[in-house]
């Protein structure tokens, strides 16, 4: 999937082969293929590796949601310096506010987390700029999939595409929302599931033969 932008929301789920501009990873992090919540690929952050993010919404009188995906490996021990940090600055540079989220240990399975950054508590400060940085100092990797910085109530989505067959595989709106779309070995839709997997809807194909063959081995 590509990134996507507008000037009041940065998402990405790092199945691209490069990540936008406005996150940069540093430190050793990088995209890697395999282990992911959604696609082909996730980011991969060893230990002393990061990915920072500068933005600065329109809207300042909203409620904003640092969203993301992230696993971490079986013996993962967490730490201080292992996780998300969020710092809100002035025009002047000043720090106005700061939030943190710590990584868990996840024994390998994907979670959910989040920061909110109500932007419109801090108005008297002007315009604030979002500085928003995936830490890991621990001796683990950490694999980041699907960050998103929307607005909490919106009807922001981005769909990401195969590639090689030009359908919807997934797609993303604001909060948790997270849709995934099955296809069988014909390339037509099997049904979808919602954020955590479960599913929403399937479809089941069945023939009618003439030669009384099986449903799955029409004549």
């Given at each position: 999937m590509r990134a996507a932008h507008s000037r009041s929301a940065a998402t990405t789920d790092l199945n691209a082969t490069r990540?936008?501009?406005?996150?940069?990873?540093?430190?050793?992090?990088?995209?890697?293929?395999?282990?992911?919540?959604?696609?082909?690929?996730?980011?991969?952050?060893?230990?002393?590796?990061?990915?920072?993010?500068?933005?600065?919404?329109?809207?300042?009188?909203?409620?904003?949601?640092?969203?993301?995906?992230?696993?971490?490996?079986?013996?993962?021990?967490?730490?201080?310096?292992?996780?998300?940090?969020?710092?809100l600055r002035a025009s002047g540079g000043e720090t106005v506010a700061s939030f943190s989220f710590d990584f868990a240990a996840t024994q390998g399975e994907w979670?959910?987390?989040?920061l909110r950054l109500d932007l419109a508590a801090y108005?008297?400060?002007?315009?604030?700029?979002?500085?928003?940085?995936?830490?890991?100092?621990?001796?683990?990797?950490?694999?980041?999939?699907?960050?998103?910085f929307v607005p909490a109530q919106s009807r922001f989505a981005a769909t990401a595409y195969s590639v090689k067959y030009r359908l919807r595989a997934?797609?993303?709106?604001?909060?948790?929302?997270?849709?995934?779309?099955?296809?069988?070995?014909?390339?037509?839709?099997?049904g979808t599931s919602d954020d955590y997997l479960n599913a929403v809807s399937t479809l089941t194909y069945t023939f009618l033969s003439r030669q009384a063959h099986a449903a799955f081995a029409p004549g």
């Open positions: 990540i936008r501009q406005c996150w940069q990873p540093a430190g050793g992090a990088g995209i890697v293929s395999g282990d992911c919540y959604t696609g082909n690929a996730s980011l991969r952050l060893i230990s002393g590796g990061s990915l920072r993010g500068v933005l600065c919404p329109q809207r300042q009188d909203r409620t904003y949601v640092l969203g993301f995906w992230y696993c971490t490996a079986d013996g993962f021990s967490p730490a201080a310096q292992a996780g998300w940090q969020a710092v979670r959910y987390g989040y108005a008297q400060s002007g315009v604030l700029q979002v500085v928003l940085e995936a830490i890991n100092a621990t001796a683990q990797a950490v694999l980041l999939d699907n960050v998103r997934n797609q993303l709106g604001a909060g948790t929302m997270m849709r995934r779309y099955y296809y069988d070995r014909y390339n037509r839709s099997a």
